[in-house]
C-alpha cells in the first residue's frame, strides 16, 4: 500500500479514496415468488423483485410480454430504464424512431415519457423494469 503521508502524494486529490456506507440498503438477498407474477392491464406480466417502501431510491420489477402483444402506450412519474434479458422486440419511447431491442440493451425513459413495447417474435419477450425513484402505481398514466 503506498505511503500517503508524503507531500506529493498528499497534493494528488485523485488519490484520495472515500467510503460511502448506504443508510437506507441493508445487506441480504432477495427472492421474488415467481407464484407472484400478476397479469396486468398493460398486457404484460409483472413480478415484483424489489418495491419496498424502506428504499424510495429504486424499485426493480420483471416484465414479461408474450408473442405477438403491444404494452399500453403510457408514462410514468418517475425514470425508468428496461434491461432486456430475454427475447426481442420494438419500443417506443417519446419522440425516439421506434427501435428494436433484444437480450442486453438498456433502455432508457425519463419521468413524463410516453413508452411502450411490442413483442415481435414468437417467444416471450423479458425485462427488468428500474424505477428511480421507487415506482408507486399512483404514477402510472394510461394513454390509451
Known amino acids: 500500500m503506498p505511503d500517503c503521508t508524503d507531500e506529493a502524494s498528499r497534493s494528488h486529490d485523485w488519490l484520495r479514496v472515500e ?32 418495491n419496498d417502501e424502506s428504499d424510495d431510491a429504486v424499485s426493480i420489477a420483471r416484465a414479461r410480454v408474450e408473442p405477438g402483444v403491444t404494452t399500453q402506450l403510457h408514462r410514468l412519474d418517475v ?23 433484444g437480450t442486453g440493451d438498456v ?9 411502450q413495447i411490442t413483442n ?7 425485462f427488468y423494469c428500474i424505477c428511480s425513484p421507487r415506482f408507486d402505481p399512483a404514477g402510472y398514466e394510461p394513454l390509451e
Open 120 to 126: 415481435d417474435r414468437d417467444s416471450a419477450l423479458v
Open 19 to 50: 467510503i460511502w456506507k448506504s443508510e437506507v440498503v441493508k445487506s441480504g438477498i432477495v427472492r421474488p415468488d415467481p407464484e407472484a407474477e400478476l397479469m396486468t392491464s398493460e398486457r404484460c406480466a409483472i413480478l415484483e423483485s424489489w
Open 107 to 115: 433502455v432508457l425513459i425519463p419521468a413524463g415519457t410516453q413508452q
Open 79 to 101: 425514470d425508468e430504464r428496461y434491461v432486456i434479458v430475454e427475447g426481442r422486440g420494438r419500443v417506443r419511447v417519446g419522440e425516439l424512431p421506434v427501435a428494436q431491442v
